[in-house]
């Protein structure tokens, strides 16, 4: 699949360029855009040397390769090494009705792959906010174009628009058995969380990307409107939140970047954070 579309690009002198700051991939076209709509967003930046692109063959022939690691018995995480754009990392959910990738990373290459397909492919695509929707569509089509599913609420952020992609309303969506997606909002009106209920040997698992972030102090996690603009959130926000995640027990917390994970007691970590966060902002 990835070999096909990478010769029918080329045969029509397209590209499906990548920016190099935030890592999302764009529709086909014969020269760059000539600006990121996700980088101008006030949530995010464009690079301090101006914008830039590149392409998944460029990021292949300039070294780069997917990092594949397990998380726990279950659970892969996929990053980029060396790390690119905002150096994140998916998480592959497998479960014997099918495997979900929450949150995507701009590179796939054919190890990737065949890995993943050892591994039972990808039933569902989904996410936790705009800026990890990176190579998406691509993801996809290696992947007998499983299903992407992004937020109603978000869809001006989608810069690649395919036949795979489901609009979701925001109701709790389990995608397989034991495996839902949730609409908290906060950090984007359609930001998410997965919950795979028998993670953590059973306790249940919270994956958060940054909707809500694990900090580097990982008894606690933390909530931003925009994180690399220091934009704090606001308190019902950060309460909507709190409300939609009360129905669902977890023990384990799994953020958007390498060893950023509350390996017990998530649930509490949560609360307690939300506690001395409205508590800073109110005075």
Known sequence: MLGNSKTKRWVDNVECYICTTCGVQFAESELPPVDCPICLDPRQYVGWKGQQWTTMEELISDGFRNDLRTEEPGLLGIGIDPSFSIG????????????VLYDCVSLLDEETVVEIKR????????????????SMVSWSQAFDNAPIIVPEADREHVMRHDPAI????GTPLELVPGVTLIQT???FDGSAVLHWRDGADGKGTLLVGDTITVVPDRRFVSFMTSYPNLIPMSEREILNILNKIKPYNFDRIYGGWWERTVVSGGKNSILESARRYIEHISG
């Open 88 to 99: 994140q990392r998916g998480l592959l959910v497998q479960t014997q009705a099918g495997n």
């Open 185 to 187: 909002g906060g950090h």
């Open 166 to 169: 489901r609009y979701w309303d």
């Open 119 to 134: 591994m039972g492919g990808i039933k569902f695509i989904c996410f936790s906010h705009p800026h990890f929707y990176d």
